[in-house]
């Protein structure tokens, strides 16, 4: 088996690439060639946005699974799904969570009825396209414009209704680890490692909860649903089995920081600081936690990275910034 990996050089895509050649996959990366190949890939400098020059590599280097973990919007998408058909065997596309309905109430783009319950793959998705489009248009300097355009649930249309090859969808949770930008768990990390007495967040905020999966166990997942034969066709959920409340992922950090400090819990409308700011505009009503039994069940999935070794490696990069 050859793979090849478009957007392999980063947050998740680096180790994804790490994990397919730990497994001895044939494995190769597509990249603009401003960052560095994991060791022992091949280095394809290429523009994912151009179907021929994706579709020149996979002939060169005899590849039979694309890996697209920047797959966007269907104006660079649909040509490539276009491209591969009858070239590939198959193709995986990197989704998110981000397609169920409850997405849609959490950032107030409607207001479905929310599901309490995991939401599997078959769960309702959002009613609404385009989750990120403003009401006025991003001018098209703007480096963010793009994100008008953004949208999963028409690319895992497109990706099912391809023909000449199998697809694969996942869809991706929360992801935190090194590396990570969003800076996920900031938060609680940086206010007990500095030795703060305590830490205050909005109740709403402390009782949420979504799914989260730190970086090499969703690359894991990624890789093997990649290579393994059973996995052409279908879409899974990936992220952690467990679903903590956010004021028990604080716990778990105070107690591998051995922190001694106190969480104290503060009504929305006074609560201050850069997380009371982050999710004053979420409908917290709409949990965002998946069911994702499916790929372990079918493909035997688990996670790669003990989980105190994943808060170690999450809390070292937080303050390595």
Not at 68 to 86: C, F, V
Not at 133 to 147: E, H, I, N, Y
Not at 186 to 201: F, K, Y
């Amino acid at each position: 088996m050859s793979v090849l990996v478009l957007g392999g050089t980063g947050f998740i895509g680096g180790p994804t690439v790490a994990r397919l050649l730990a497994d001895g996959v044939e494995t190769a990366v597509g990249h603009h060639g401003a960052r560095t190949v994991p060791a022992g890939a091949a280095s394809v400098v290429l523009d994912r946005r151009d179907p021929a020059a994706v579709l020149a590599a996979v002939k060169d280097l005899g590849v039979d699974t694309v890996i697209d973990l920047i797959a966007y919007t269907q104006a660079d998408t649909l040509p490539l799904l276009d491209a591969l058909s009858g070239r590939v065997a198959r193709c995986v596309l990197v989704s998110s969570v981000d397609v169920y309905r409850n997405y849609e109430g959490l950032h107030r783009k409607g207001r479905p009825t929310p599901i309490w319950d995991r939401l599997a793959e078959d769960a309702p998705l959002r009613d609404s396209r385009f989750p990120y489009r403003l009401a006025k248009p991003r001018a098209a300097s703007d480096p963010q414009a793009w994100m008008d355009d953004y949208d999963k649930i028409p690319l895992e249309e497109a990706a099912r209704a391809a023909g000449g090859l199998e697809s694969t969808i996942l869809r991706l949770p929360m992801v935190f680890g090194p590396g990570d930008r969003q800076r996920r768990f900031s938060w609680a990390i940086r206010p007990m490692a500095q030795g703060r007495p305590r830490l205050v967040i909005p109740h709403p905020w402390a009782s949420w909860r979504a799914t989260f999966g730190y970086v090499d166990d969703v690359a894991a997942g990624i890789a093997l649903a990649a290579t393994h034969p059973r996995a052409g066709g279908e879409t899974y959920n990936l992220g952690r089995s467990n679903t903590p409340t956010n004021i028990a992922w604080a716990a778990s950090f105070a107690e591998h920081l051995n922190w001694p400090g106190e969480v104290q819990l503060a009504h929305p409308d006074v609560a201050r600081g850069a997380l009371a700011k982050a999710v004053s505009g979420l409908d917290l009503s709409y949990p965002l936690f998946v069911d994702n039994a499916k790929i372990r069940r079918q493909l035997g999935y688990c996670e790669v990275t003990d989980f105190d070794e994943a808060l170690a490696r999450t809390v070292a990069d937080e303050m390595s910034r």
